[in-house]
């Protein structure tokens, strides 16, 4: 459901900084888990969803797939999962654990998409028709030179019969059709390359290396992160939807350990927003302008105003 008035977005805005506050609150070493036996409601979520998700998407599906969901959940703070839910819905990804995971992160929900998730806005953002990602495989036969033609620079032969388990992957790689009939660059990502990344940006791995138990995406699903990290390379080359801007801030977000939700609000709120940090901006730079000033401009104006009446007074007489 859109917002449709000004109105409307700011006390949504008002909504969410109120439950921000209590997420970041929430942070305390001493959260109260929800009670052991006891999980999230689906329900108490449902209005939320209904709200949130875009109108192509079952509110009954997706209440399904949540609902396997949240058992894993419990540990979490409820502030955290709902802003995980609403931003979740938002982006109409099914957390399922194919487009999109809400995972447990030191006590906080967190909404990650997955390579297939963030493949999904972009077919569905109408600017591409499809997305080529696949992780190249020791025995794989592939060639790469940038400087041929379309169609002739990248070749991938993967090694259908080998099983992955024994062999190593080298690198992933990307690349989108886009409508109209052009290809974009193929972007490439090796292991040592998307290990740096892991390693600085990623608060979820650091976390779960530190208290051992090795229980991040990074550890448990790295081709996929591997993948991910290609195509979002990619997502950078090509045309890119307010959605793929928004789901890019989000996880950022996730990154840095912010809120998530306030990353996800839609561009015309963003806008006005902006517009009126630079209005208030003006304001306050107008009365730093020191009080002389303004009295020699105003002598300055009043003296011509002097002389025209002077001058009509002599014309009358």
């Keep these: 459901m859109a917002l449709s008035t000004l ?3 700011v006390q949504a805005r008002a909504a969410v900084v109120a439950d921000t506050e209590e997420i970041r609150h929430d942070r305390a070493d001493d959260v109260e888990e929800t009670p052991a036996g006891r999980d999230h409601d689906v329900q108490q979520f449902r209005a939320d969803i209904e709200a949130a998700l875009p109108k192509h998407i079952s509110v009954d599906r997706f209440c399904t797939v949540l609902s396997q969901v949240l058992p894993k959940l419990r540990k979490c703070t409820p502030a955290s ?4 839910v609403i931003t979740c819905a938002k982006f109409g990804l099914l957390p399922d654990g194919d487009e999109a995971v809400i995972t447990a992160d030191d006590r906080i ?11 999904e806005l972009m077919w569905r953002s109408g600017l591409v028709k499809s997305v080529v990602a696949k992780v190249v495989y020791e025995g794989d036969e592939w060639e790469f030179v940038p400087t041929a033609r379309v169609g002739e620079d ?8 080998a099983s992955k388990k024994d062999r190593k992957p080298l690198f992933a790689y990307s690349f989108a059709w886009l409508d109209g009939g052009a290809r974009s ?5 090796t292991v040592e390359e998307a290990e740096e990344i892991r390693d600085e940006f990623s608060k979820a791995y650091q976390r779960a290396e530190a208290n051992g138990k090795k229980d991040s995406l990074w550890h448990t699903r ?3 992160m591997l993948l991910k990290t290609a195509v979002r390379r990619m997502a950078k080359l090509g045309p890119k939807s307010a959605e793929l801007r928004a789901l890019v801030a989000v996880e950022r977000a996730a990154e840095e350990g912010r809120p998530q939700i306030l990353a996800a609000i839609d561009p015309e709120t963003a806008a006005l927003e902006a517009e009126a940090r630079r209005a208030a901006r003006a304001a306050e730079a107008s009365q730093d302008v020191p009080a002389s000033r303004l009295a020699v401009k105003t002598r300055g104006r009043a003296k011509p105003r002097r002389r025209h009446r002077d001058k009509n ?3 009358r007489r």
């Design 7 to 9: 109105k409307e977005r």
């Design 81 to 84: 999962v709902r802003q995980a």
């Design 109 to 119: 929900a967190t909404f990650l998409a997955t390579y297939h998730g963030y493949i």
């Design 154 to 161: 990248f070749v991938h032969k993967p090694d259908l019969l």
């Design 185 to 189: 660059e193929v972007a490439t990502v």
């Design 222 to 224: 790295f081709p996929d």
């Design 313 to 315: 007074r002599k014309t």
